[in-house]
């Protein structure tokens, strides 16, 4: 894999995306019967879970970064992750407990979101000793929540999405290789505990 390929494919999966990605699949693609919300609400979950899972934490990181407290935004250090990931941490925080408090958001909202900020604090707890992949540890959770929802819902809505889920944790994980951002086992270690975290709730009954 070319490392051109391999840098689009870590920044178009960063790890921060992934909550935006996964919610609009499920607004967007799963039939109207699962989640009733008009057009409009919508696209302002979609935003709201951009905002605070995405534009506030790479904001602070940048403000990290102008304070001298990390090198890069590329994070290529472990040391220069502790930070960023306790912010992203505290943020994924807010919005799962939005979900919770707020009877305007379906109940899976926060239960799904509780799995993700799971998973960041997991990154976060490993990263003091190890340089665990994020993007492992994020698409691998992802995986395991639509393969926890196809689990759940009454029709194999979610087939196609976790064959190209699959597909798409092989390239990037692939492209963490090809850049030397992590070593194997670091790779695989994190997508195994991502995923398992994303099926944490199996048997849970809704």
């Given at each position: 894999m070319s490392s051109r390929l391999a840098t689009v494919?870590?920044?178009?999966?960063?790890?921060?995306?992934?909550?935006?990605?996964?919610?609009s699949l499920l607004l967007y693609y799963l039939p109207p019967e699962?989640?009733?919300?008009p057009p409009e609400g919508r696209r302002l979950i979609v935003l709201l879970v951009f905002i605070i899972t995405f534009l506030l934490p790479v904001f602070g990181t940048l403000l990290l970064q102008q304070a001298g407290i990390v090198?890069?935004?590329?994070?290529?250090?472990?040391?220069?992750?502790?930070?960023?990931?306790?912010?992203?941490?505290?943020?994924?925080?807010?919005l799962?407990?939005?979900?919770?408090?707020?009877?305007?958001?379906?109940?899976?909202?926060?239960?799904?979101?509780?799995?993700?900020?799971?998973s960041v604090y997991l990154a976060l707890v490993i990263n003091q000793f190890w340089?665990?992949?994020?993007?492992?540890i994020g698409l691998g959770g992802a995986l395991g929540i639509l393969v926890l929802l196809h689990?759940?819902?009454?029709?194999?809505?979610?087939?196609?999405?976790?064959?190209?889920?699959?597909?798409?944790?092989?390239?990037?994980?692939?492209?963490?290789?090809?850049?030397?951002?992590?070593?194997?086992?670091?790779?695989?270690?994190?997508?195994?505990?991502g995923f398992l975290l994303g099926i944490s709730l199996w048997g849970v009954q809704l």
């Open positions: 494919l870590s920044v178009a999966f960063h790890p921060l995306l992934i909550p935006t990605y996964l919610f699962v989640f009733s919300y090198a890069s935004l590329t994070l290529e250090e472990r040391t220069d992750r502790r930070w960023p990931l306790l912010l992203a941490a505290t943020c994924f925080t807010v799962t407990v939005v979900f919770y408090r707020m009877s305007f958001f379906d109940h899976l909202f926060y239960m799904i979101m509780g799995i993700i900020t799971a340089k665990i992949s994020a993007h492992s689990a759940w819902l009454p029709e194999a809505y979610l087939l196609y999405p976790i064959v190209a889920g699959c597909v798409i944790c092989g390239a990037v994980l692939s492209a963490r290789l090809a850049l030397g951002a992590h070593t194997a086992k670091q790779v695989y270690t994190g997508f195994a505990l």
